[in-house]
Protein backbone atom coordinates (compact mmCIF):
# COMPACT_ATOMS: atom_id res chain seq x y z
CA UNK A 1 0.00 0.00 0.00
CA UNK A 2 3.45 2.34 0.12
CA UNK A 3 2.40 5.15 -2.64
CA UNK A 4 2.46 5.22 -6.41
CA UNK A 5 5.63 4.16 -7.79
CA UNK A 6 8.34 6.75 -9.51
CA UNK A 7 7.78 4.82 -13.13
CA UNK A 8 4.17 5.85 -12.80
CA UNK A 9 4.47 9.59 -12.65
CA UNK A 10 7.51 9.26 -14.70
CA UNK A 11 4.64 7.69 -17.37
CA UNK A 12 2.12 10.73 -16.01
CA UNK A 13 4.78 13.32 -16.52
CA UNK A 14 5.71 12.37 -20.01
CA UNK A 15 1.61 11.84 -20.99
CA UNK A 16 1.49 15.55 -19.62
CA UNK A 17 4.17 16.93 -21.55
CA UNK A 18 2.94 15.34 -24.91
CA UNK A 19 -0.55 16.53 -24.34
CA UNK A 20 0.60 19.92 -23.83
CA UNK A 21 3.02 19.57 -26.42
CA UNK A 22 0.51 18.94 -28.74
CA UNK A 23 -1.67 21.79 -27.67
CA UNK A 24 1.31 24.29 -28.62
CA UNK A 25 1.94 22.77 -31.80
CA UNK A 26 -1.73 22.96 -32.51
CA UNK A 27 -1.82 26.72 -31.21
CA UNK A 28 1.37 27.98 -33.69
CA UNK A 29 1.18 25.81 -36.59
CA UNK A 30 -0.37 27.13 -39.62
CA UNK A 31 -3.72 25.43 -40.90
CA UNK A 32 -4.19 26.42 -45.06
CA UNK A 33 -7.65 26.66 -46.41
CA UNK A 34 -8.96 27.84 -49.82
CA UNK A 35 -10.39 31.04 -49.68
CA UNK A 36 -14.56 31.16 -49.44
CA UNK A 37 -16.23 34.50 -51.13
CA UNK A 38 -18.68 36.14 -48.70
CA UNK A 39 -21.39 38.34 -50.58
CA UNK A 40 -19.40 38.08 -54.12
CA UNK A 41 -21.56 40.31 -55.70
CA UNK A 42 -20.49 43.29 -52.78
CA UNK A 43 -19.90 46.58 -53.93
CA UNK A 44 -19.45 48.83 -50.74
CA UNK A 45 -15.94 47.24 -50.77
CA UNK A 46 -13.62 44.52 -50.70
CA UNK A 47 -12.24 42.73 -47.73
CA UNK A 48 -9.32 40.08 -46.86
CA UNK A 49 -10.68 38.26 -43.71
CA UNK A 50 -7.66 36.18 -42.38
CA UNK A 51 -7.85 34.32 -39.28
CA UNK A 52 -5.97 31.30 -37.05
CA UNK A 53 -8.84 28.22 -36.48
CA UNK A 54 -7.47 27.96 -33.02
CA UNK A 55 -8.04 24.92 -30.24
CA UNK A 56 -12.17 25.47 -30.52
CA UNK A 57 -14.52 26.90 -32.72
CA UNK A 58 -14.75 30.41 -31.01
CA UNK A 59 -12.23 32.47 -33.20
CA UNK A 60 -14.16 30.99 -36.39
CA UNK A 61 -17.68 31.78 -35.39
CA UNK A 62 -16.52 35.61 -34.76
CA UNK A 63 -14.59 36.16 -37.79
CA UNK A 64 -17.57 34.42 -40.03
CA UNK A 65 -19.60 36.44 -37.74
CA UNK A 66 -17.70 39.72 -38.50
CA UNK A 67 -17.65 39.01 -42.52
CA UNK A 68 -21.23 38.61 -42.53
CA UNK A 69 -21.64 41.71 -40.97
CA UNK A 70 -19.71 43.38 -43.63
CA UNK A 71 -21.60 41.34 -46.24
CA UNK A 72 -24.68 42.19 -44.46
CA UNK A 73 -23.58 46.00 -45.16
CA UNK A 74 -22.60 45.69 -48.62
CA UNK A 75 -19.10 44.74 -48.64
CA UNK A 76 -17.35 41.89 -50.78
CA UNK A 77 -14.84 39.02 -48.29
CA UNK A 78 -12.64 36.76 -49.31
CA UNK A 79 -12.25 34.53 -45.80
CA UNK A 80 -9.47 32.15 -45.36
CA UNK A 81 -7.15 30.89 -42.64
CA UNK A 82 -3.44 32.24 -42.01
CA UNK A 83 -1.15 30.29 -43.97
CA UNK A 84 1.62 30.91 -46.55
CA UNK A 85 -1.96 30.13 -48.94
CA UNK A 86 -3.76 32.92 -47.82
CA UNK A 87 -3.76 35.91 -50.29
CA UNK A 88 -0.13 38.24 -50.48
CA UNK A 89 -1.34 40.91 -53.33
CA UNK A 90 -3.72 43.06 -50.86
CA UNK A 91 -4.03 45.53 -54.02
CA UNK A 92 -7.64 44.38 -54.63
CA UNK A 93 -8.53 45.13 -51.15
CA UNK A 94 -10.15 48.43 -49.63
CA UNK A 95 -9.83 46.20 -45.94
CA UNK A 96 -7.30 43.81 -44.19
CA UNK A 97 -9.39 41.78 -41.22
CA UNK A 98 -7.54 39.86 -38.91
CA UNK A 99 -8.77 37.29 -36.33
CA UNK A 100 -6.30 35.54 -33.81
CA UNK A 101 -7.13 34.00 -30.42
CA UNK A 102 -4.46 34.91 -27.41
CA UNK A 103 -2.19 32.56 -26.30
CA UNK A 104 0.31 33.20 -23.77
CA UNK A 105 -0.88 36.83 -24.16
CA UNK A 106 -0.07 37.30 -27.55
CA UNK A 107 -1.97 37.01 -30.95
CA UNK A 108 -1.45 33.54 -32.21
CA UNK A 109 1.69 33.31 -34.15
CA UNK A 110 -0.15 31.86 -37.82
CA UNK A 111 -1.43 35.28 -38.36
CA UNK A 112 1.70 37.35 -36.18
CA UNK A 113 3.76 35.45 -39.55
CA UNK A 114 1.28 36.07 -42.03
CA UNK A 115 1.63 39.87 -41.39
CA UNK A 116 5.54 39.70 -41.58
CA UNK A 117 4.72 37.97 -45.00
CA UNK A 118 2.67 40.85 -46.47
CA UNK A 119 5.42 43.58 -45.73
CA UNK A 120 4.43 47.15 -46.56
CA UNK A 121 1.00 47.70 -46.23
CA UNK A 122 0.85 50.78 -47.27
CA UNK A 123 -1.96 52.53 -45.40
CA UNK A 124 -4.77 50.11 -45.93
CA UNK A 125 -7.24 49.86 -43.63
CA UNK A 126 -7.15 46.84 -40.86
CA UNK A 127 -9.45 45.67 -37.97
CA UNK A 128 -8.59 42.92 -35.33
CA UNK A 129 -10.62 40.29 -33.86
CA UNK A 130 -8.71 39.08 -30.94
CA UNK A 131 -10.07 36.17 -28.95
CA UNK A 132 -9.27 34.06 -25.59
CA UNK A 133 -10.09 33.04 -22.31
CA UNK A 134 -10.50 36.44 -20.47
CA UNK A 135 -7.19 39.01 -21.03
CA UNK A 136 -6.69 40.20 -24.72
CA UNK A 137 -5.78 43.30 -24.29
CA UNK A 138 -2.16 42.75 -24.41
CA UNK A 139 -2.43 40.62 -27.47
CA UNK A 140 -4.70 43.03 -28.98
CA UNK A 141 -2.27 45.36 -28.59
CA UNK A 142 0.66 43.45 -30.17
CA UNK A 143 -1.10 43.10 -32.92
CA UNK A 144 -2.26 46.79 -33.70
CA UNK A 145 1.01 48.06 -33.14
CA UNK A 146 2.42 45.23 -35.51
CA UNK A 147 0.32 46.39 -38.09
CA UNK A 148 0.66 49.54 -37.61
CA UNK A 149 4.68 49.15 -38.02
CA UNK A 150 3.67 47.55 -41.11
CA UNK A 151 1.82 50.38 -42.68
CA UNK A 152 -1.78 49.28 -41.25
CA UNK A 153 -4.37 51.91 -40.50
CA UNK A 154 -6.26 50.60 -37.66
CA UNK A 155 -10.36 51.07 -38.54
CA UNK A 156 -11.45 48.86 -35.87
CA UNK A 157 -10.61 46.21 -32.62
CA UNK A 158 -13.12 43.94 -31.32
CA UNK A 159 -11.87 41.17 -28.22
CA UNK A 160 -14.37 39.11 -27.10
CA UNK A 161 -14.09 36.90 -24.76
CA UNK A 162 -14.84 32.87 -23.94
CA UNK A 163 -14.78 32.59 -19.95
CA UNK A 164 -14.75 36.64 -19.33
CA UNK A 165 -18.44 38.55 -19.41
CA UNK A 166 -18.63 40.47 -23.04
CA UNK A 167 -22.04 42.07 -21.82
CA UNK A 168 -20.10 44.50 -19.96
CA UNK A 169 -18.26 45.93 -22.76
CA UNK A 170 -20.68 45.26 -25.41
CA UNK A 171 -23.97 45.51 -23.76
CA UNK A 172 -24.92 42.06 -24.99
CA UNK A 173 -23.11 38.60 -24.75
CA UNK A 174 -23.85 36.84 -27.25
CA UNK A 175 -20.53 37.26 -28.87
CA UNK A 176 -21.77 36.38 -33.01
CA UNK A 177 -24.27 39.19 -32.73
CA UNK A 178 -21.35 41.31 -31.62
CA UNK A 179 -19.23 40.63 -34.23
CA UNK A 180 -21.80 40.69 -37.11
CA UNK A 181 -22.99 43.92 -36.16
CA UNK A 182 -19.80 45.35 -35.59
CA UNK A 183 -18.93 44.04 -39.16
CA UNK A 184 -22.28 45.66 -40.42
CA UNK A 185 -21.52 48.93 -38.40
CA UNK A 186 -17.60 49.12 -40.12
CA UNK A 187 -16.68 52.79 -41.49
CA UNK A 188 -13.67 53.45 -42.89
CA UNK A 189 -11.49 56.47 -41.76
Not at 90 to 116: K, N, S
Not at 166 to 177: A, K, L, R, S, Y
Request: charged letters at 15%.
Amino acid sequence: MGGAKPSMWLMVAVALGLFVGSILLQVRTDVPSEVITVNPSGAAGSALVVYHPGLSSFQEDVTMAFATGLADAGWRCDVTTASRKAPHDLAGYDLLVLGAQAYQWQPARPVRRYVERLGDLGGLATAILVTGAGSTDRAASLLEGQLADAGGMIAERLELWQDAPNEEVHGIEDVVQIARSRGAALTLP
